[in-house]
């Protein structure tokens, strides 16, 4: 048996290359629904239901559905010039204590102007926690899967330590909670009845500038160029470190506005658990939209609907809800195996 790369991939197969992961996820995830004494198809329809079944349950997977585009677009476009980001989670917490910092209270501004700043100061904080890293890589080669990730835990103890101590909402009856974000800095919900919020649309319009940023401009060829082959970017005349460094900041800048959409957009205030980890989850839905712009739109929605469907599904059946991070993962590997099979095919001899 030997691995020969494709001459040509045709189109077709670019497409059914995240189908086929879903439905490969779909079928080895049976396997444990069987193990645990449920019926497949009656068990994914549960799931199906308790995403997509109802209007609320419609809007509260879109509202879950809101922070992955932006972890996802920050995934997408750090490994699409191969710095590998892992860092998302830490960075949608560096958004929201931006956010929390000068949201609660420290600038008075009108809606229309505390709603883009609370926005812009996230971003920068986000942007601005991945300075070390991506300069640790682009001057020393340091390897930034390392340093993002631990960056992370470093991140969340300072968060524990700022709502245990100095930032604790003395109204708040003991639990480690910031204060509120002011009424001008919060993002109004999209229905009357729901959680649904303004951030969905800003991550939709994220999605679409990411995707024009990568497909019409001579920055998203640069990234592009960058991801391909360094070596001949610069050797194009491409400025591989800065173009290594700007992209850090953009996918950092985008992590930042998820941690923004969480306390200004869903619970008004920082806590610790505000992420159940939306930006480790971004990864597999940067992934599985094969590192597109739009197609992290896709796969964000699903996500997120296996999510809340696991948890309507067990309120029904006998299957932990934990299903759903083994389905996730799944997901990765399976996507990972089909987009193998679209670019190389297998010989036998």
Known sequence: MRIEAREHVEVWRIISAPIAAILATLVLGSGLILWAGEPVLGSYWALLKGALGSAFALNETLTRTTPLIFTGLAVAV????????????????????????????????????????????????????????????????????????????????????????????????????????????????????????????????AALLAWALMRFTVWG?????????????????????????????????????????????????????????FGYAGIAVAMLAQLHPLGVILSAFFISAVYVGADAMSRSTDIPTYIADVLVGLSVLTILVSVMLTRYRIRWS
């Open 221 to 277: 060829y640069e990234i592009r160029a960058v991801g391909l082959n360094a070596s001949a970017a610069g050797f194009a005349g491409i400025g591989v470190n800065a173009t290594v460094i700007r992209t850090a900041l953009i996918s950092g800048g985008l992590a930042g506005l998820a941690g923004v959409s969480e306390v200004a957009g869903l619970k008004g205030y920082l806590t610790l658990d505000l992420s159940p980890g």
């Open 78 to 205: 750090a490994f699409r010039a191969k710095f590998y980001n892992i860092g998302a989670e830490g960075q949608l917490y560096c958004g929201a204590l931006a956010a929390t910092f000068f949201g609660t209270g420290m600038i008075s501004l009108p809606p229309y102007l505390m709603i883009p700043f609370l926005m812009l100061v996230g971003a920068m904080a986000g942007g601005a926690i991945l300075i070390v890293p991506v300069l640790l890589k682009t001057h020393m080669k340091v390897d930034e899967v390392v340093t993002t990730l631990l960056l992370n835990f470093v991140i969340l103890l300072l968060v524990g330590y700022l709502l245990e101590g100095p930032w604790k909402d003395p109204m708040s009856l003991g639990w480690p909670q910031a204060a509120p974000i002011v009424d001008e800095g919060i993002w109004p919900p999209l229905l009357a009845k729901g959680r649904l919020h303004l951030g969905f649309i800003f991550a939709l319009t």
